[in-house]
């Protein structure tokens, strides 16, 4: 049996911002391994560094020690160039506030990054996409005009368009009502399953990220073992 592919292997990362007396240590050494297809939800008190942890695992913000390979990219070794080309098409976020663009359409906000990436149909790949998740009748709706739940079908069906190893999540249910957060969240493990894509989702709610294969806990920068409501309680296992 060959061991799966790696799609996250994080060693000793650490994130520190700021000098001397200012200096403020965000992550203290965090090592994790996801594997491909796998779902894995972040857990921890506000604070804990988890939107930190996804900025660089997902090449928006260096780390400052420790190394990242991301889907075969190894982020230490790459200039910015190079990482917002190894995030292209590999990786896609997904986060709370949505993050459409307001002067955009629906289906322009999924097309224009495939039509970045050189897609030559990449308007017929977006509303083959929008219609994927639900919002085939919203096409050429701006954001101002959809209700939160379907701007962040749009976010999703954009962050999946371009089929990538990777999606995260950053409470990607924070901004919608309990109804709505459900259905999204249907959606967002139906398109993952769907195109294989592996899982980063941070989240508040224990119930939804028992859904995951597998929960990671921080606290203080770091990953913590033991139970989930002690992790997020405070509480050393
Ligand atoms: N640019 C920055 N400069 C200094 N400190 C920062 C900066 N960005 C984040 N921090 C600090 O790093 C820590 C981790 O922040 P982060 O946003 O990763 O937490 P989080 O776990 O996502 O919290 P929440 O659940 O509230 O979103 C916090 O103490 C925060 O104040
Ligand atoms: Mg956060």
Do not use: W
């Amino acid at each position: 049996m060959t061991a799966p592919d790696i799609v996250i292997d994080a060693r000793d990362v650490t994130l520190s911002l700021g000098k001397d007396a200012a200096q403020v240590d965000i992550l203290r050494g965090v090592s994790l391994s996801v594997a491909a297809g796998e779902s894995v939800a972040l857990l921890g008190p506000s604070g804990s560094g988890k939107s930190s942890l996804m900025a660089v695992l997902s090449g928006l913000e260096r780390a400052t020690g420790g190394s990242i390979r991301v889907a075969g990219a190894d982020f230490g070794a790459l200039d910015e160039d190079g990482l917002a080309l190894a995030r292209r098409g590999r990786i896609g976020i997904v986060l709370q506030a949505f993050h459409l663009l307001p002067t955009m359409t629906a289906i322009e906000n999924v097309a224009v990054p495939l039509e970045l990436e050189g897609a030559d149909d990449a308007f017929a790949r977006a509303e083959a996409e929008l219609v994927a998740v639900g919002l085939g009748h919203r096409l050429t709706h701006y954001p101002a005009q959809l209700s939160g739940g379907e701007q962040q079908r749009v976010a999703i069906a954009r962050a999946i368009a371009p089929r990538p190893a990777l999606l995260f999540a950053d409470e990607p249910t924070g901004n919608l009502d309990a109804a709505n957060g459900a259905a999204i969240m249907d959606l967002l493990f139906a398109r993952q399953q769907e195109t294989g894509a592996t899982l980063v989702m941070i989240t508040h709610d224990i119930a939804l990220s028992r859904r995951c294969d597998r929960i990671v806990t921080m606290r203080d920068g770091r990953i913590v073992e033991g139970s989930v409501e002690n992790a997020l309680a405070g509480i050393d296992a």
